[in-house]
């Protein structure tokens, strides 16, 4: 069974950056496809990037060109390199199996104000 354990969040100021690991245990990053999502107070969970296993790439509008998902697949770990952060970033991000239901991690909290 897939595990997920989601760190680097923090407090950034506005056109800050970070970069978001996500390390996973019962599979390869490999050969899976991998997502970054986020959720924000009482808001729903959405989508924020999908990395293929050839290595594509797909991205929220609301993120394009400012963030990029990577993978090492030696640490078997998701990045998501976050550059020129916005207030309106800011939310809980998770990473999974793209299109998987279950098995969510606790998230690393986001958080861009001045």
């Known amino acids: 069974q897939v595990q997920l354990v989601e760190s680097g969040g923090g407090l950034v100021q506005p056109g800050g950056s970070l970069r978001l690991s996500c390390a996973v245990s019962?599979?390869?990053?490999?050969?899976?496809?991998m997502g970054w999502y986020r959720q924000a107070p009482g808001m729903q969970r959405e989508f924020v990037a999908v990395?293929?296993?050839?290595?594509?790439?797909n991205y929220a509008n609301s993120v394009k060109g400012r963030f990029t998902i990577s993978t090492d697949n030696a640490k078997n770990t998701v990045y998501l390199q976050m550059n020129s952060l916005k207030p309106e970033d800011t939310a809980v991000y998770y990473c999974?199996?793209?299109?998987?239901?279950?098995?969510w991690g606790q998230g690393t909290q986001v958080t861009v104000s001045s």
């Open positions: 990395i293929f296993s050839g290595g594509a790439t």
């Open positions: 019962g599979s390869t990053v490999s050969a899976n496809v």
């Open positions: 999974n199996v793209f299109g998987r239901a279950t098995g």
